[in-house]
């Protein structure tokens, strides 16, 4: 059974992405979760297949999962366009590059957290920064990174941009 985390923070202003994802096992917790999002929809919270286009999913299948509440069309024409044109892309280029490895990518499924500012408005840095971020969330979850060590060294250093003071 295979159970990786990842997770990226990429670009600035209201489009930035930050993506947190599980990569795992069809019948593993990560397989419970996929089918969880699609089965367990709310207002506001619609999980949705990442697709390179209408019928066309990528593999391993990747479900989408939002991190705030979309609270109108714009944003879900957000989430529904550049950002899962750019979450697709980042796992098809995954598998193309040996990230995740192609003979797994039927047993493997993702669950991708995806963050879209209600008051974003740039579809092309949303998709690139997406892109971004999940590419560098699967390559840090298939490459168990952070390692214990590394974080350790530096958890007392560590300056997040969002700390508040």
Do not use: W
């Not at 990226?8 to 930050?18: F, K, R, S, Y």
């Not at 299948?61 to 509440?69: A, N, P, R």
């Not at 493997?108 to 963050?115: E, I, N, P, S």
């Amino acid at each position: 059974m295979h159970f990786h985390i990842g997770e990226a923070l990429v670009g600035d202003g209201n489009e930035i992405a930050h993506i947190d994802l599980m990569l795992g096992s069809k019948n593993g917790p990560v397989g419970t979760a996929f089918a969880n999002a699609l089965a367990n929809q709310s207002e506001g919270h619609t999980n949705l297949l990442a697709v390179l286009e209408p019928n066309l999913a990528v593999k391993p299948s990747t479900v989408m999962i939002t991190k705030v509440t979309i609270k109108g069309m714009r944003q879900a024409v957000q989430m529904f366009g550049p950002a899962q044109a750019a979450v697709a892309k980042a796992v098809a280029d995954a598998v193309s590059t040996g990230i995740i490895p192609k003979d797994q990518c039927e047993e493997l499924v993702c669950v991708c957290g995806v963050f879209i500012h209600p008051e974003a408005e740039d579809d092309e840095k949303i998709y690139k920064y997406n892109y971004e971020a999940t590419l560098e969330a699967l390559k840090s979850a298939v490459g168990n990174s952070p390692t214990v060590d590394e974080m350790l060294e530096k958890k007392d250093s560590a300056a997040h941009p969002y700390k508040g003071f």
